[in-house]
């Protein structure tokens, strides 16, 4: 259970109470994108001993952090024992992070970009501020009532990168830092989402809450942080989806999403594939696009939305 609640892309969709929480901005320019944790907490790494490393990252870092990192102190991180051991138990990691960390404030312009193409293409859309902040490596993103909050450590994978230290799991899950843009992309997605998941906890369900944010985010971005599942998964798209459709309309969502490394013979989270797949039928078989996206973001019942995406 722990592990389905860190998984890297794990989507937390906004309660009404979170909503209220944040004042709404619908001006894309007016979202703020935050990078200062990142330099928080580089200059605490560098101030930090083992004789001090609890006070220094409590006080220098966790303290002094934005809204943002506090929220993700509160649901990710926990606590600066937390942190400290697990910068500890992984120091090439860490020490080869810094980097890739510090390569975030540049990305801006394209996120920004998809800020504007998501205005474009569904007026109704909401934009929260942005916060980039590292993390004890259990989360690459979730939403809260403070905007989205990306784990920055969740994207230090290179070609060079020293695996000896990390788990399967984080071998399985960790990104390069080129995929910033398409994460960000794909929660601004998720914080458009206004489904009523708790009257549905279906695989389809889930699978089209995801699938569909890679789509409309790829339609912003122009990628998808899932791109390995299409080489896999479209030549034997009607397989995967007769195997899809015997599950679809249980809660067991095991064999399709959030599997980390425990998928077997096949890339994990397929659920992601199909979801997308459906979306994408949907929306090319509307005529209108932009009721389309409206319809996307605002789905009440996931089997007459799969009926009409004309998918199977």
Known sequence: MKKKLTLLFAAVILSAAAVAAQEMNADPAKAQIVTSDIELFWKAYDKATPANDLIVYRDEYLKKGSPGLQAFTALRIGSVCRLVDTISARPKYYAALRASS?????????????????????????????????????????????GLLIGVEMYGKTDATDVSELSNWHKA??????????????????????????????????????????????LISGGTINEHLFKFGDPIEKQLWLEFKKEMNGTDVSNWLYQGD???????????????????????????????????????????????????
Do not use: C, W
């Open 262 to 312: 425990k998928a077997v013979g096949r890339p994990a989270d397929l659920g992601y594939y199909i979801g997308y797949k459906i979306t994408r039928s949907y929306y090319e078989n509307a005529t209108d696009k932009k009721q389309a996206i409206r319809d996307i973001m605002n789905i009440k019942d996931f089997g007459k939305f799969l009926e009409a995406s004309k998918y199977e």
């Open 173 to 218: 899950v960790l990104n390069p830092i080129e995929k910033i843009p398409l994460i960000v992309a794909h929660e601004l997605i998720h914080y458009q989402q206004r489904y009523e998941m708790g009257n549905d906890t279906t695989l389809l369900g889930k699978a089209i809450q995801e699938g569909s944010a890679d789509f409309i985010g790829e």
């Open 102 to 146: 510090l390569k975030v404030a540049g990305y801006e312009p394209r996120m920004r970009e998809s800020f504007r193409k998501l205005k474009e293409i569904y007026p109704d859309a909401e934009f929260p501020n942005v916060y980039f902040v590292v993390g004890a490596m259990n989360s690459g993103g979730t939403l809260t009532g403070k």
